[in-house]
């Protein structure tokens, strides 16, 4: 869900024209904000976890030790060295499964974000441009699926079409991709409206591209933001699913999964479920943060704020 | 932009505005606190000890009170302290006499049981023939679609000799109805057909226990029958408290605010007051399909899984060391046909990497079918043999699924072809062969995936022989063979948790019934 | 105001039929609704027979228009679990849900408001932080970590409440917490921004202007106008309360909630159970929708200054 208030999209819509030296100004003003700053390094790190996860990880993440089952933390008497953030019931190296995780939930995030992103911006700036028919039915169709309550009939769908990564992110798209679509259309109304005005003095000229030419800039940096924020519900999403059993199925390692594997070890081996949860606290925080920088730093009216 | 003394003023009076909506909140705040603690005191269990009151907690609310119907352990543990049985079982499982005072045998498929005098239902009705046939014949009715089909469905029919006698007569001989007959619950016919729908939420049995109240969700009181035909039981009261949370079960039985329940985490046994744990009829193992097609056909294959399992690590790392390893049988000591002479598979890697290749079975993708909430830490367990197969050379393709589909799995109705592999616990309430080897060692069950023409011929002898020990020959021979033709990855004889608290006296039975009349505080 | 809630009522209709709608349709993927009613020993004729007998061999879509009928009356048939209709099952615990989310609700709203509207007022002072703080944690809260935490925090180590369950005040403080986490980082963000969106409007700047001796009444209306957003989002918090949040909350502490029922009906495959509890959430939702709308529109007509 977006954080705008819900008034009208089209006055959400603002003229930017990004280019090479505003990014640097960009980047200038995050460095300003300590807060942003760090939200932003962790992201990259969480990037590059997920990505190295191979190198990274000190130990397989599916390898079991029955013998090593439940070793507390390094730092807790009778931890040890060699599994940092202690083992898990069957004795998997939770580090490695954490960094596994970071993986995973980070691929399905960015996978579920890019594909809504794509389809919801391609049918939100088709209904916004086209108006007419497709664009009530759209709107209609847009309105209705946002007030279904989503989790939900996520739960529902994927109990029955089978957990795992895969028809997660069918699932969570088909849930994001009205975000995108709402913002799009919004957008494009904007621009419609004030292109066709100066399409109307100017004489000549595809219509089509001048909408291109104005369209995208101006999309881009909404919709970037729109992508963090969603991305950050993704996972949370998933990470929600995973945790009842229905998201992502063992022996995979994902955080919601993890968390529920130590469910019934709060009191004795309370480090199964505090880490993986910790991490997706820190990634949906990072996010959000950055993406309340991102949201500032691309609007021009509260640029001049900063 | 704003003057300093108009802004000044200005914070000022939001701050006025601030303790305004503060208090506001805050009222507000008190009064839905009160009104939540209204709703939830008039929703509050009793938490009453006392030398009389006995509280257990239980995991899920049962589905239904009706004895016939849920075959299910939570509700049975309920059930069993309201009804009886014909025949019951003494505390080493063997059957003994209950509201059957004795019985002869008529002819090959015709027993006649005398019926004990003197006994009446809760509501005053009497317990007699009428009460028994009616009894009989309504569990093995289509219609109810009793979920103890499996059990007792070898039994036609009960009819009244007279006041105090009936004749019970299954469809074939059946060397084991006295055993099946510890499942048949005892029923009032006139109250039955009264309450009608009502069966699964109001009770009229012959025990030591009523119901006296079923608060839904939350807890169910029972209360003792003081004009019990036995003698009226030490224990006066027992709550059993609806608990979803293993963690707050656990938590309970150490704070003293639960007496008793079933099934703690083998790793918290450490920190309970106290807790028994004895053998029961229940085998874990990994049913194998040996079936035309199957990738594990060759018995070498399935010798070598056997090897390949290291039982007794997964016994004291998984289980707290508490249970057997299953030698080489689905079957134990204490329970009809076991033969002592088999031992376990051993651990043996090498063995079991041999064996697979003698088969040219190395790197054989296997399907490996398991639940995961159906039993205790079964996702777990079941990763970790997964993984010891692995270790051995096979690839696994392990399907966590939740029991409904992994039910579906094992039903050749429903799955034509089984999977390679498909977790089970075989539950053998009735202590003889004849169910496990019905239903795993041969393919007569929807349930197995085996079929052995030797063992198949020695089945259907046993099933007609009346003379015990050719019987028990018989059986001694069917599990000799199948210890080297697996129908599974024998795994282990599991135990009955129980975390208790100190003051609890429970001697649990074999069969795992949970009735209150033999416990005391 | 009628248009509005007629328009309402139809939206409301195809809500409840939409998500009715889904969960019949898992009904024929989640597998043999006639098995699942069975015993499983039951052979193969009677299976057939019975299939027979309740109408399974029907054409999907005369299937779907005798289910949606049923459902409209509220016969969902009989829970596979318990043998008896399923509706008043789903029904049941529907107050332990509204013990949690009534109470936590209030408690997001009476924090959060205050601490909003402080700190929108006063921007960069200690509220303005606590504000940020609040909301940021808040929207990026993962229940799955959060109810586990203080489960460890307040139960475990500090030993102060029960870990999970029901019966007691006690049992409810824990659960109470996790689900106003969100709305109230929510409700704080919409608030401090509602202010301060108000407080740069036309009419305040004249009256201030005007130097309008009574300042009570400008903030009074300045406060009016800022809270009919925050009532709004209020709204749709408690939506996400008890459509979602609840779901997971319930599942940590144990509650014994419609989440839980959900929950527990989608884990042990019963249809019809899981049909009631669906169409109950629903119905909820849309009351709760109903009720926004009407205390809005009650609200609205007392603004004076715009």
Known sequence: MTTELASDDVTQARFVNVRYKDLYKLLRTLFHDPFSTTAAIILIVLVIIAIAAPVLSPFDPT????????????????????????????????????????RMSLMIGVVVVVVAGIIGTIIGMLAGYLGGRFDAIAMRFIDFQTAIPYFLLAMTIMAAIGPGARNLIIVLSLGSWVIFARLARGTMLSIRHAVYIEAARVTGGSEYWILVRHALPNLTSTIVTLATLELSRAILTEAGLSFLGLGVQPPNSAWGLMVAEGHDYISTANWLSTFPGLMVMITTLSINVFATWLRKATDPVQRGRM | MVSKGEFKKKAALSRRQFLKLSAAGGGSLA????????????????????????????????????????????????????????????????????????????????????????????????????????????????????????????IKNATKVDDMTIDIETHDVDPILLGRLTALAMMAPGWTQEVGDEVSSTTN????????????????????????????????SATLRIIGEDSTRFQSVKTGEIDIYLGPLPDHLPELPKFEAPLAQEFSMVRLSNLEGSPVADR??????????????????????LGTVSPGQLSAPGMFGYNPNLAPYPFDLDQAKSLLAEAGAEGLEIDYVAPKGRYAGDAILNQAIAEMLEQAGLKVNLNLLDPQSWVRFGDRNQTPVPPSCWYLVHSNSLFDADRTVSSYYTDESPFSAYHN????????????????????????????????????IFMLQLVDLWALTERTQFKPRPDGRFILRTMSL | MLRLLLKRTVHSFFLITAVVSVVFLTTFVIGDPVRALLPAETPEEIVEQYREERGFNRPVLIQYVDYMSHAFVGDFGDSWWQRTPALPIALRPLPATFQLGIF????????????????????????????????????????????????????????????????????????????????????????????????????????????????RVLVQHVLRNALLPVITV?????????????????????????????????????????????????????????????????????????
């Not at chain 2, 049962?62 to 849920?70: E, F, G, N, R, T």
């Not at chain 2, 807890?219 to 003792?224: D, G, K």
């Not at chain 2, 069917?478 to 210890?483: I, P, T």
């Not at chain 3, 002072?125 to 489960?151: K, Y």
Request: net charge negative; proline share 5%; aromatic share 8%.
């Open chain 3, 104 to 215: 936590a609700m209030t408690l997001a709203i009476s924090l959060g408001i205050p601490i909003g509207v402080y700190a929108g007022m006063k921007p960069g002072s200690w509220a303005d932080r606590l504000a940020t703080v609040t909301s940021l944690l808040g929207v990026s809260m993962p229940l799955i970590w959060l109810c586990p935490m203080l489960a460890f925090i307040f139960a475990v180590t500090l030993g102060l409440l029960p870990t999970a369950g029901y019966g007691s005040w006690q049992h409810m403080v824990l659960p109470t917490i996790a689900l106003a986490a969100l709305p109230l980082g929510r409700i704080v963000q919409i608030t401090r921004a509602s202010i301060i969106d108000e407080l740069v409007k036309q009419y305040v700047t004249t009256a201030r202007a005007k130097g309008l001796p009574n300042r």
């Open chain 2, 453 to 488: 023409d030797e063992i198949r011929t020695l089945f259907e002898a046993g099933r007609v022989e009346l003379d015990l020990a050719e019987r028990e020959k018989i059986y001694h021979r069917v599990f000799e063979l199948g210890r080297e033709d697996p129908p599974a």
């Open chain 1, 63 to 102: 390898a079991q030790s029955l013998l090593r089952r439940l070793t507390p933390p390094a730092w807790v008497e009778g931890g040890s060295e060699a599994n940092l953030l202690g083992t898990d019931l069957l004795g998997r190296d939770m580090l490695s499964r954490i960094i596994y995780g970071t």
């Open chain 2, 205 to 236: 049995g012959t025990g030591a226990y009523k119901l006296r109240n079923w608060h839904r969700n939350v807890q169910v009181e029972l209360e003792s029958n003081e004009d019990y035909w036995g003698g009226a039981p030490s224990i006066k």
């Open chain 2, 31 to 154: 009064v839905s606190s009160g009104l939540g603690g209204i709703l939830l005191a008039r929703s509050a269990p009793v938490f009453a000890q006392g030398n009389t009151n006995l509280v257990a907690a239980v995991g899920a609310e049962p589905p239904s009170l009706d004895p016939q119907a849920i075959e299910q352990r939570i509700p049975q543990m309920i059930t069993w302290n309201i009804y009886e049985p014909l025949i019951d079982r003494d505390d080493q499982g063997r059957t003994i006499p209950w509201l059957a005072e004795s019985w002869e045998q008529i002819d090959n498929t015709t027993t006649r049981f005398k019926l004990r005098e003197g006994i009446s239902f809760h509501n005053g009705e009497a317990f007699n023939a009428d009460a028994a046939v009616f009894s009989v014949n309504r569990i093995v009715a289509p219609e109810l679609a009793s979920q103890w089909i499996g059990v007792v469905g070898t």
């Open chain 2, 300 to 321: 070498r294959i399935r010798q070598a899984m056997n090897y390949a399992v290291d039982k007794e690590l997964i016994l004291q790392q998984l289980h707290a060391g």
């Open chain 3, 234 to 306: 209020s709204g749709w918090e408690f939506v996400l309360v008890v459509s979602g949040y609840t779901i997971i909350v319930e599942a940590v502490f144990g509650w014994p909630g419609v989440g839980w029922m959900l929950f527990s009906a989608i884990r042990i495959r019963d249809v019809p159970l899981l049909a009631a509890t669906a169409f109950v959430i629903a119905v909820v939702v849309v009351v709760i929708n109903f009720a926004i709308d009407i205390l809005y529109i009650i609200v609205n007509p007392l603004i004076r200054y715009e």
